[in-house]
């Protein structure tokens, strides 16, 4: 092959002077490289095609432009002066690294220093408080992402390049994601079924690791992070390079945390977690393209806060298990200070192992190029729920699982874009505790598809096709009724729990829509879109009770996929002192999957008493369903930065969604998890420098204010076992609306430099401020026991909290 390069200088565009430090960034092939002192720069080694090249320096506005690549070519770059990112480069749900403002689906994005001037306690409580975004929160641990009103195996996250694979249906499962790892935030709202198939019927979020450093980079940094309120400890040590075309990183981290408090709870007691992870990258870059392998682990042990309280005082007890004590039988106590602020978890509690093997190849093809990634994935958890046996599992399920993709990018012909493959994944999943509420199964998906993009002018379309099928496998398994053991068909007391069965989905999506630039730096986005998701294992072949409620779950093998229709229109302005932008989008889906209460002859809530000797009967009876759904509603942000007036910034948003089930009773016409309205506002005061050692400083003010929710799904009160006579407040809170909440924030931060050097890079954050009482919507604590010294229903969120995050960067050539 010839030697294929790209040279050039970068300058400010004003003062034609040269600039040192600014990235030029080929994200299709992760390679990049950065201006020296006279603002030279050179990527060798680049496979000849046409590619969308980043540029992008602090202080200045980042340029993207597609540059075809043949022989060296020349270019040179004039960067304005300015504090925003105009441009973006998105690589989520396309076929190659494409400008944000010309791709017709909504995307947000979240970036690196945005997240270091936040504070979170997960990986996807990071993200959310972002537009379109929420978080539905078992604690601080463990929060799964909610696109747009749908979450659970609606919503498809993406880490390391590859789909996540795990247990996404069941409500105490989060997201096993290193957040120290996380470099970006792509988060698709809308059908991504066309690029990722089943299970992104909602959207995607999508976990982008740092890129590889520019050749002859060494990087070492330092990550520690405090919080006041639940005394978390987080430290991450990363040491990355590149020389001679070989990248590697190697990254170790651990977060411990106690339990949060508030001031209605005090001490959230079980709330406490600890997780370490470690990963490591080593890739080689040649002019034929790049081939990389990736590992990861991430290990977690958290409690699970259950709510019992004691009736006199509040304060929230502990279960345990003493031979003297109640004869040896579980009971609750109240725990001592010491174990209030504990950092290990009581029973009951989690404990999350994912271990991810990624192989991520681009090969040349002439002018074109393959790229093909593939992973292994194993999750594997278990759940301790019983103080007599406190270190044996009741639940544990165990999954191996596999990835691909492979497509081939095309070149450009006659300035079409086009690019094509297959992509799918097999799962096989085993319980291995003494419950069970779903079978042994496995499954395999595969699909084929097609995306084609063009520009005419300043209008740019984009679209393509997909067919998926998925064959799923649900094992034969018969237990003994008096304990559930596993036995054989002809064993005494023999009970056919799940029967085996093989369910085959399949399902067409499609996406097509397109970006018109405007005048005056307006443009107009359009997008209409087809997604689809075949059943998951608990709707499909559940069949006992379900962990964390009291209702005894019943799958059907034959339900059909569900398969949806969104139409998103936007408008927006991308300017030198606003952005701005109004997302709409209409969301009708078809054959919605749901759980649907079974009543008796007499109208009365079916029960199921199959498992009273075990302790796992009396319970009512769901059994999954489905029907017509529609979701509406959108998102609006305002970015003002004027260029006049550069020490002030003003960002907001509104998040607003809406709608439910059709055609049913009032009671469950509304869906549990839908978010209310949503409003932030950011006020930031951005200072260059702040005397002699500190540049790049900032104070920041924040609020946040989410509304009164009154489309309550009334069925959750027989869901989550709640009665006019037992528990007639919890009953009562579950069938009104639930009260909104404004909260305010603060920070600050900056880097400390030495001779021209950053020595480290501080940020102060305090969520909170005035330590507001509330419980969010999304909260599954919400209809916890009632507090009977304060009349109060549920378990409340954090109260005020400081951050204090320390970074220290080494840089070496």
């Not at 990087?219 to 075309?245: C, P, R, V, W």
């Not at 395999?444 to 393509?464: M, P, R, V």
Request: proline content about 4%.
């Amino acid at each position: 092959m010839a030697q294929n390069r790209l040279t050039g200088q970068v300058e400010d565009a004003h003062s034609k002077r040269p600039i040192k430090g600014v990235e030029i960034n080929i994200r299709d092939l992760h390679i990049a490289a950065v201006s020296d002192s006279i603002g030279l720069f050179a990527i060798n080694d680049i496979p000849g095609g046409m590619y969308l090249v980043e540029i992008s320096g602090k202080g200045y506005a980042t340029i993207v432009e597609k540059i075809a690549i043949k022989g060296v070519v020349q270019k040179n770059f004039l960067l304005e002066p300015s504090t925003n990112v105009l441009k973006e480069v998105i690589v989520t749900g396309v076929s190659a690294a494409t400008d944000k403002q010309k791709t017709p689906v909504s995307i947000t994005t979240v970036g690196y220093n945005t997240l270091l001037q936040g504070s979170s306690t997960n990986v996807i409580d990071a993200i959310s408080k972002t537009p379109g975004v929420s978080g539905i929160t078992d604690g601080q641990s463990i929060s799964k992402p909610v696109i747009r009103g749908l979450g659970y195996n609606r919503v498809l996250t993406i880490n390391d390049g590859v789909e996540q694979v795990n247990q996404a249906w069941f409500d105490e499962f989060g997201i096993e994601a290193d957040a120290d790892a996380v470099n970006k935030y792509e988060i698709l709202k809308g059908p991504a079924s066309l690029a990722y198939g089943s299970d992104a019927i909602a959207g995607v979020i999508n976990l982008i690791p740092a890129a590889p450093l520019p050749e002859g980079e060494v990087k070492d940094e330092f990550l520690s992070n405090y919080q006041t309120n639940n005394g978390l400890i987080n430290n991450m040590f990363h040491l990355a390079g590149t020389n001679n075309g070989v990248s590697w990183s190697a990254r170790v981290d651990n977060t411990m945390a106690h339990a949060y408090r508030n001031p209605v709870d005090g001490y959230v007691l079980n709330s406490q977690f600890s997780n370490f992870n470690m990963d490591g990258t080593i890739g080689l870059h040649r002019k034929w393209g790049y081939t990389q392998l990736h590992g990861s682990y991430f290990d977690m042990q958290t409690g699970i806060v259950d709510g019992t309280r004691d009736s006199t005082s509040g304060v929230l007890e502990r279960q345990v298990a003493y031979p003297g004590l109640n004869g040896g039988a579980p009971t609750y106590v109240i725990p001592t200070k010491q174990e209030q602020s504990s950092y290990t978890p009581f029973v009951i509690n989690q404990r999350i192992r994912h271990t991810k093997l990624v192989w991520d190849n681009s090969i040349a093809v002439g002018e074109g190029r393959v790229n093909a990634i593939f992973s292994w994935q194993k999750n594997q958890r278990q759940e301790n729920n019983d103080p007599t046996i406190p270190n044996t599992a009741d639940i544990y399920y165990s999954s191996n699982a596999a990835t691909y993709d492979m497509r081939y990018v095309a070149p450009q012909i006659s300035g079409i874009n086009l690019s094509g493959g297959v992509n799918g994944v097999y799962q096989s999943s085993q319980s291995l505790g003494t419950l069970m509420l779903i079978p042994n199964y496995n499954f395999f998906e595969i699909g084929a598809f097609a995306i084609a993009s063009k520009s005419i002018g300043k209008l740019n379309l984009s679209g393509g096709i997909r067919y998926d099928t998925r064959t799923f496998n649900g094992i034969d398994h018969w237990v003994d009724s008096t304990n559930q053991a596993p036995v054989s068909p002809t064993a005494p007391n023999a009970f056919h729990e799940f029967k085996g069965f093989t369910s085959r989905f399949s399902g067409m999506s499609f996406s097509f829509g397109g970006t018109y630039d405007l005048a005056n730096n307006m443009f107009l986005k359009a997008n209409i879109a087809r997604g689809w998701r075949a059943p998951n294992v608990a709707e499909s072949a559940a069949n006992g009770v379900h962990d964390g409620t009291v209702v005894y779950e019943i799958g059907d093998n034959t339900l059909k996929p569900e398969t949806s229709l969104e139409e998103d229109v936007a408008v927006g302005v991308n300017a030198k002192d606003i952005d701005f932008e109004i997302d709409l989008f209409n969301n009708h889906i078809n054959d919605f999957i749901y759980a649907k209460g079974l009543k008796t002859v007499a109208g009365a809530d079916s029960i199921n008493n199959s498992l009273n000797a075990a302790g796992l009967g009396a319970a009512p009876v769901y059994k999954y369903t489905q029907g017509p759904a529609q979701l509406y509603g959108g998102e609006i942000v305002i970015n003002i930065h004027p260029s006049a007036v550069p020490w002030v910034q003003f960002y907001s948003s509104l998040s607003y969604v809406t709608g439910g089930l059709q055609h049913v009773a009032d009671s469950t016409k509304y869906l549990p998890f839908v978010p209310p309205t949503r409003v932030t506002a950011d006020l930031k005061f951005p200072f260059n420098k702040v005397g002699s050692f500190i540049t790049n400083a900032y104070l920041k003010i924040g609020m946040l204010s989410c509304f009164q929710q009154n489309n309550i799904y009334r069925q959750y009160a027989i869901y989550s076992g709640l009665n006019t006579a037992l528990t007639p407040y919890e009953y009562a809170a579950s069938t009104s609306a639930t009260k909104g909440y404004t909260l305010f924030n603060v920070g600050a931060g900056g880097d400390i430099v030495s001779k021209g050097k950053t020595v480290c890079k501080l940020y102060l954050i305090c969520n909170n401020l005035f330590n507001t009482a509330y419980i969010d919507y999304m909260s599954r604590f919400k209809y916890y026991p009632v507090n009977y010294t304060t009349g109060r229903v549920g378990v409340f969120d954090m109260g005020r909290n400081l951050s204090i995050k320390m970074l220290i960067p080494l840089d070496f050539k």
